[in-house]
Each structure stands twice: as structure tokens, then as C-alpha cells.
């Protein structure tokens, strides 16, 4: 019988007969201005790549199984902790995490950290010896992995059989505190002396956390995160070969804490490159290449107070974006923690969302499938070669604690926070259910009725640094949202009448463009049908007797240039004189700028313009 033929109409396709086709529809526009993008750092991503043929996964360890799914233990009561952690590990998590009081990343809540007592009521029918734990980095660790180590003394268990990851970083401490309590020598002697004391009773570790969250909360970027882990690294391999610790032991000391968000691909990425920049270090100091271990969290800069639902798929991209990059374990923060402690529900909805990738996506069957796909290979060998050469300047700076010290780094972190809170301001990196698509009047969710602790004062230190600092990226649109309910609840209606010009067709464009802006800033717009006369101008006197009775203090004109250019003027001056405390102008306004202000126009509100100034603007005329 002969082989079926396949009938394709079309010819090979090759990159030189796409880029004609891109150049064609561009018409003269520049192409790497539409479409290419760029990461945090400013690696260019192109829009369009080959297979690269012949690439090896890069693997983690244990790559028969699935990633662990790590749930948290951050109640203040043993008891209430204990049946959170019994619900988790029942309801498919096989590791916990152990966030005690003071830790950052506990939000004032946490572990009590009183006596082994505690903890082991905390730990009441956990089966210690069939699951990971790791202790989340904290001031007081020392005393928490001396607790921990009682609680499986009194328990019988061997420790050799346990997988422990003990999360001492005292370089974390100074850049998320600014604070160290000796100088770093001191520090890396009592780091030797903690290993000496755990290491001999049966702990295999790993020990110590290269934890480079504090510059992902602080806003910085991808490259900068694997900088700093990478530095970590090197210092305490370096405090640790010092204390006569042979190098070997040393790099097996160690395990990485890496945040992972919404940008799904360079999240993959840059757990990517983690590895593969460790294996480049294991090479340098002449040990054999092995897979690290790496944590990953869900991130706490993404998470969102209003719009509270929307945060559950984040955390769903973001673990996605951690399974397929290769992470050995996976924290998912519930979607309410940034307003308290997480409910039943929350937890729940936290390790299914990683339990229904396992189990229904089976995404841990195929090991890195991001290897040879050009995109994501491209996306690590960039972030590999900007984290490289971040970790370059910090080593030149006289490595992570003098840089911290000196403040080089959180400098350059800093450049990178302004950045990318302007693209947010401006509506080039727009936060769904805050700063686009804003829910007004939503109900949020609930959180358990635990009051978070009293912060404790700043630490004595020997070394100081200033701290980085922790931040959602939607907190400044949230602090205008608080500060709305506070106007409404002083009496001022905190409404915005949207002055509609000309006919329907042709206003709905830019007043539903202004009705989202000023929603994102909890304004609620009143939206009119419209006050379009028959020749379709505007019936000024409909308009402003729309505009009395709506309640609302300020005004925004919607509408066409051509009804601007005829009409924008006096519907201005007709809403000032009925009372508006503020009038602005959705489009960009050119040349009759100073004509429009002339007439009453306080401001404009266009695609780009800076969202947070002109809500900051209107609730301080709707409070006046």
C-alpha cells in the first residue's frame, strides 16, 4: 500500500521570511521598540526563536518523584498550629515549613519560641520521620534549631533519617533588619560551632539558607536575586572552609530560597540559571557538580489586599512557573495572608492549587521541559550572565556583607524599585482587580481572628547596614482605596461624575478608560448615557443637572477631540459653576492645553500618565 501523502499548501517557513513578513506589518516602525521586550535587568527578550538543538535538562535532585509541597506552620497558638499543620499533611502536603515569632517572612505572627514545650505541641502527630521540615530564617535561630533537636530527642527519632533543613542566615538578617549582632567573623565562627554541634548528633542538613528573598521584596530583579544568592553562598563557603570545614562539606552545608511570581517565564528561568550558576561555582572552587537544593515561595511582593481572589491565580502561575523550573520544594502563601492569618479555606485552596499540578497536570513527569526551547533557553543564559556579573560587582565590592554594608547594593536594588513602581503607576505593568479592572464595593474575604504581635525593637549590632526593605507592589493603590473609605466615612462622597460628550459610539472608549482609573483609586464613576443632541453635540444643561444630582464632587469630561475641540471648554465651566471642586479631561490634551486649564480643567488622564498623581489629586479635591 503507498504512503499517505500530506497535503500542505504552504512553503517552509524560515526566520529571514518571517522577519520580511514583521518588517511589512510594521510599516517603517522600529522592531525592537514593538516587539522587543526586556527583563527586569534589561536582558532583551525576543519575540521569536529557534529550537536549540542539543540541550540537556538541567535536572534537580530526585527527579523520580514530585516536587514537595510545603505547607506553612505560623500560628501563634501550639495547638491551633498543630491541627493546621495535621490538616495540611492530610490534605496532601509532605513538608512543612517552620516560620517562628520575628521572622520576616511570619508578618507578626509565627511559632512560639518559648521552650522545646512548645514546639513539640506545635509538632503533636507529626510524623517527623516521613516528611521535610525546613525552619524558616529567623533572628533567633540558634535557640529554634536547638528546639527542634529537643523535640526529636524526646521523640526517639534518628536524626540521620530526617530530612532537616535548618535555615541559619545571618546574612539575611542584616539585609532584612540592617542589624548584626558581632562582625561577620564572629558570625561565621559561631555558624562553624552550629554545624559542629548539629553534625555530629546525626543531622545531615542541609544548614544554612542562601535566602534571596529580601531582594525580591525589596523589588529587585531576577539577576539581582541570583547575585546575591550566589555571594551568600560564596561567603559562607568561605566561613565555613576557614573553621576548617573541608569545601566539600561546606557547599553541601548550604540549600537556596528563591520567590517566584506571575512572570511565569522568568520564573522558570531563573531557577534555571540558579543552577546552573552553582554548578559554575562548584567548578571554580574544584568540587564536583551536584544539584542544589532549591526552596521556592510563592511571592509576597505580588500578593494583593483588594481583589483577594484574584491572588489564588497568582499563586497558581508561580507554582507552575516552580514546578517547571525545577524547585525542589514549593511554599504557595494562601491568598489572604497579606490581610492576616489564612482561614482553613485559604490553606486549603494553598496546597491544592499545587496538589491539582501534580496530581491532575502531572507536570513533575517530564524533567525540565523548558530544555531546548529557544525562548526559555535564551531567557537563562541572559539572567545567567547578568546574575553572574551582579555576583561579580558584589565580590568586588568586598563580597555580600561589605556591599550590604556599604549600601552598593541596595542602591542598585533600589534603581530597579523605581523602575518598576513607575511601570506600575503608569499602568505599563498593570496589577488585575487593583490598578486594572478594580472591584468597587467587593466584600473581603475572611482571616482568622488573630492579632498579629507587637514588633520587637531593632537588635544591638556590630554591624549595620540599611535594611531592605519589604513591599507588595500594590500598596501604593491600596493606601488610596484606605484613604477613600476614610473620606467616605467623613461624610464627602467619594464619586467622580463622568461629563459623557458627544455620542455614545464615540465617548465609551475613553470613559470606560477613566471609570477604570478612577475605580483603581476607589473613586466610584457615575456613568451617564450620555447628553448627546440630535446633530450630536452636547447638551450642556443635561449634563450639569446629571452632574447635581449624581452627589459626586468632581468631574472628569469623556469624549472625542472633535467634542473636546468644540465643547470641552464650556462643559467646564458649566460643571465648575454647578459646584464640581475639580474637572479633568480623559485624553492627552496638546496644544489646547492651556485653554482647557484657562476654562476649569485641573488635570488630564490619558494611557501612561501617572495613576497614582492624578487619584492623589482627586481625592484630595473630593476631601476638601
Known sequence: MAEPTTMNPFAPADEAAWRAAVDKALKGADFDRKLVSRMADGSPIQPL????????PILREGTARPWRIMARMDHPDAGAASTQALADLW???????????????????????????????????VALDLIAVRLDPAPQNRITARLFAEVVARRGLEPSVLDIDFGFDPIGLLA?????????????????????EFRPAGFRGPFISCDARPVHEAGGSEAQELGYALAAAVAYMRALEKGGLGLEEAERALSFMLAVDVDQFAGIAKLRALRLLM????????????????????????????????????????????????????????????LGLPDDFARRIARNTQAVLIEESHLWRVADPAAGSGGFEAMTDALCA???????????????????????????????????????????????????????????????????????GAPRAAITAAPLPSARLSEPFEALR?????????GHAPAIFLAALGR??????????????????????????????ADGTTDLVALTDAFKASGAAVACLCGPDESYAMEASDAAMALVASGAKAVWLAGRPGEAEAGFRAAGVSGFIYAGCDMIAALTEAHDAIAA
Do not use: C
Not at 561555582?281 to 515561595?297: D, F, K, N, T, Y
Open 91 to 125: 490534605g496532601g502536603a509532605d513538608a512543612l515549613a517552620l516560620v517562628f515569632q520575628g521572622s520576616a517572612s511570619a508578618r507578626g505572627f509565627g511559632l512560639p519560641t518559648a521552650d522545646a514545650d512548645g514546639l513539640d505541641a506545635a509538632l503533636e502527630g
Open 279 to 338: 554548578a559554575r561555582v562548584q567548578e571554580a572552587s574544584g568540587l564536583e557538580a551536584r544539584p542544589i537544593r532549591i526552596h521556592a515561595e510563592t511571592a509576597w511582593r505580588m500578593l494583593t489586599r483588594r481583589d483577594v481572589p484574584v491572588n489564588m491565580l497568582r499563586n497558581a502561575v508561580a507554582v507552575f512557573s516552580a514546578g517547571i523550573g525545577g524547585a525542589d520544594t514549593v511554599t504557595t502563601l494562601p491568598h489572604t495572608t497579606a
Open 482 to 490: 484606605d484613604r477613600v473609605e476614610a473620606i467616605a466615612a467623613s
Open 176 to 196: 532584612r533588619s540592617g542589624a548584626l549582632m558581632d562582625d561577620w567573623s564572629a558570625v561565621g565562627s559561631r555558624l562553624r560551632d552550629m554545624l559542629a
Open 386 to 456: 547578568a546574575g553572574w556579573a551582579e555576583f561579580q560587582a558584589i565580590e568586588r565590592e568586598g563580597g555580600l556583607v561589605a556591599s550590604l554594608e556599604t549600601g552598593a547594593l541596595q542602591a542598585r536594588i533600589a534603581a530597579v524599585r523605581v523602575r518598576r513602581e513607575r511601570d506600575i503607576a503608569t499602568g505599563k505593568a498593570p496589577l488585575t482587580g487593583t490598578s486594572a479592572y478594580p472591584m468597587i464595593g467587593e466584600t473581603p474575604p475572611s482571616v482568622l481572628d488573630v492579632a498579629p504581635l507587637p514588633s520587637k
Open 49 to 56: 526563536h529557534a529550537r536549540r538543538q542539543g540541550a540537556l
Open 504 to 533: 455614545p459610539a464615540d465617548f465609551s472608549a475613553r470613559l470606560g478608560f477613566a471609570a477604570g482609573l478612577f475605580e483603581a483609586g476607589g473613586v466610584r464613576a457615575v456613568k451617564p448615557a450620555g447628553f448627546a443632541e
